[in-house]
């Protein structure tokens, strides 16, 4: 199999439980997972490799909390844009791009034109954040949306074994 070509129609049930065993656990040994996968620890380890060159697995890190780390609010926002032109749109995405802040983007249809996942400090710099897009060009609307509270919130994808 060449590694360009693999995709979700190539993963066979031993590469899918390891993608579910490495989305609940990036740190695990290769042998654990080896052990997990029901394999020896070299083609585990080869395989691990190919899914990386092809971009399925796309990096580790760690899950860090929010709060302790002195971000006490999420909030999500949906923007709407004046226009829909190619530029405008990526103009968009570059600005709130580099605002560190922002911890998702996504282009959306229907009642926007961008969700973003923010998290502040506190109010007074949701607020700061909040104006800062109302003040950005081409922005003709943003609804906020604070989170009260998560109580789910996984990472990747589903994997059926």
Known sequence: MRTHDTDSQTLDAVDRIILAELQMDGR??????????????????????????????????ADT????????????????????????????????????EVRECHMIRGGGDFLLRLVARDTAHENRLTEQLTGLADVSRVQTLQTIRTSRNLAGVPLGR
């Open 28 to 61: 695990m040994t290769n042998v654990e997972l080896a052990r997990r996968a029901d394999i020896s620890a070299p083609p585990c380890l080869r395989r691990v490799r190919r899914l990386e060159e092809a971009g399925i697995i796309r990096g580790y890190h």
């Open 65 to 100: 909390d929010p709060q302790k780390l002195g971000w006490q609010i999420m909030f999500f926002a949906i923007v709407g844009l004046e226009s829909q032109k190619e530029a405008v749109l990526q103009a968009f995405e570059a600005e709130v791009g580099t605002w560190p």
